[in-house]
């Protein structure tokens, strides 16, 4: 299974809209395989779909992402994992086990009171 892991210095980025690369990891038969970087080159909210969905991903894990981008996700068959947060190496030893869940916590509205505000200074259920 291919995943894409929202991606900055190491660590799980929190907002998958302005995520500036991603970690392309391949899983198979409980072994890390392949592990390589993709820059989202600036791209949005909508072109990101894109790129994962031509980078051939099976699965996004992030920290927040919006209702919008949860849709977008399910209608190019990538699945979802959530309010994922921390060091992406441990991230990948959830993965390889199995433990890693979807955590609603990952839902994100980045419009409160008409102004915006940036998720990756926060988890976004801190709100």
Not at 52 to 57: D, F, G, Q, R, T
Not at 67 to 93: H, K, P, T, Y
């Amino acid at each position: 299974m291919k995943y894409a892991i929202t991606y900055m210095n190491n660590m799980v980025f929190q907002h998958f809209g302005k995520c500036p690369e991603f970690l392309l990891v391949d899983i198979e038969d409980g072994k890390l395989v392949i592990k390589e970087l993709l820059s989202s080159n600036g791209s949005g909210h909508g072109a990101l779909v894109t790129l994962l969905k031509e980078a051939n991903v099976d699965m996004l894990v992030c920290g927040g992402i919006g209702q919008g981008a949860r849709d977008a996700l399910a209608q190019n068959s990538i699945s979802l994992i959530s309010g994922a947060s921390g060091n992406v190496d441990e991230i990948i030893e959830q993965l390889i086990k199995g433990t890693l869940k979807d955590d609603q916590s990952g839902m994100c509205n980045h419009h409160h009171d008409g102004t915006e505000h940036n998720c990756g200074e926060h988890k976004c259920s801190d709100h």
